[in-house]
């Protein structure tokens, strides 16, 4: 029984004793260095990552490089003849027809005949215009012998004045008469009282549509009974969303398609871009002119436009690369061995998970381009 109880003394004391000892040597050893102890380090806006960090090994980095890139923006749109490239033919006076010249296909210029029609109320116009032509040549002819007898000292200043009133008014009703019947294409000096009307074609163009024929009587306030375009340019109205109008001011070209002809690709222009907002849809009238020498737009249809910006050398990153706080965009630019400063950078576009950078990085910089939030917590 002694014998056991001093092996249990004797235990204890070799217990007591390493303990002893090891708190002594804890007490010698030198302070550990936080800043080695942690894996990296916050100076400033550069972050140091220690050599043996095991972060490391999550960090991949790239080399800031431009690439090629073309922005497109696809949309429906509509085909639409250009206004000053398209007519509607009306009958300015009311009348029988009694002649037709027009057909359609008919190419047409400026003058080209199209109808003709008999009217009253054209034939009231030329009497208009004859009694006016009259009463100023009669205006003229007092005024010149009044003038004469003035100078012979057998008129008197007042019959002067009186005669070039007279003279004045009678010219301005003339003119007046001319004016009104030369907006339809008259020449007033073959004029005859009672000739038919002949309509004529305003523009150069091709017959698109007509249903005019002898003996019908047109009403001065009927619709068109004609319509003359030229259709070898043609406008395509693009509806752009408001989101996209930051994009769309970039852009400059447009490939139409159509749904009939799905290898048929037609390039346009951005003519124009409407100033103001339809507030039904939330979007911008887009004009895209178009050559269409063959015909195949055709105003009405519906087809597909995709706006394209001409091809330029843009930076672009991977979006995992792009950090945000406080509404600022950076990344982590390697500036050395395992140090990388946080830089701001201004971007653009996003595609195809790429950013573009505007402003803040060079080409031939490297930049973290996975891993970089576990940087985040450097201190």
Excluded at 52 to 79: C, D, R
Excluded at 110 to 125: K, V
Excluded at 213 to 222: A, L, P
Aim: with cysteine; glycine share 6%.
């Amino acid at each position: 029984m002694k014998a056991t109880t001093t092996k249990k003394y004797t235990a204890l004391a070799k217990l007591l004793f390493i303990s002893f000892m090891s708190l002594h040597l804890l007490g010698c050893h030198t302070p550990v260095d936080p800043e080695k102890e942690a894996s990296m380090t916050l100076r400033g806006d550069t972050i140091l990552v220690h050599q043996a960090a095991q972060v490391k090994s999550y960090l991949k980095t790239i080399k800031v490089q431009k690439e090629l890139h073309q922005l497109e923006l696809t949309t429906t749109g509509t085909v639409k003849a250009i206004p000053n490239q398209y007519a509607e033919i009306t009958a300015p006076f009311s009348g029988r027809v009694t002649a037709v010249h027009l057909k359609l296909g008919m190419k047409t210029k400026p003058g080209t005949p199209l109808f003709e029609i008999a009217s009253p109320e054209f034939t009231e116009s030329q009497k208009l215009f004859f009694q006016a032509k009259t009463a100023f040549q009669n205006a003229s002819l007092i005024l010149k012998r009044q003038q004469d007898l003035k100078v012979n000292g057998v008129g008197s200043e007042r019959d002067v004045e009186e005669a070039k009133a007279n003279y004045e008014i009678a010219q301005k009703e003339y003119e007046h008469a001319r004016a009104a019947l030369q907006i339809f294409q008259i020449d007033i000096n073959k004029l005859i009282l009672g000739q038919s009307l002949l309509v004529r074609s305003p523009i150069s163009g091709e017959v698109i549509t007509h249903d005019i024929v002898v003996g019908q009587y047109i009403k001065s306030d009927e619709p068109s009974r004609a319509k003359i375009a030229d259709l070898s340019q043609v406008w395509v109205v693009g509806m752009v969303k408001e989101q996209d109008l930051n994009l769309i001011s970039k852009l400059d070209v447009a490939e139409i398609s159509i749904a009939a002809f799905p290898d048929k690709k037609i390039k346009g222009t951005i003519y124009h871009i409407d100033e103001i907002l339809n507030e039904d849809t939330r979007s911008v009238q887009v004009l895209v002119a178009c050559q269409n020498s063959d015909k195949l737009l055709k105003p009405g249809l519906y087809v597909s436009v995709n706006f394209i910006e001409k091809a330029s050398d843009v930076i672009f990153i991977p979006e995992k690369s792009l950090l945000q706080y406080n509404d600022q965009s950076y990344v982590l630019v390697q500036i050395g061995q395992d140090q990388y400063l946080k830089r701001p950078v201004k971007t653009g576009i996003t595609d195809q998970g790429k950013v573009q950078v505007i402003s803040g990085l060079k080409v031939g910089e490297c930049i973290i381009s996975e891993g970089a939030f576990y940087l985040l917590n450097a201190k």
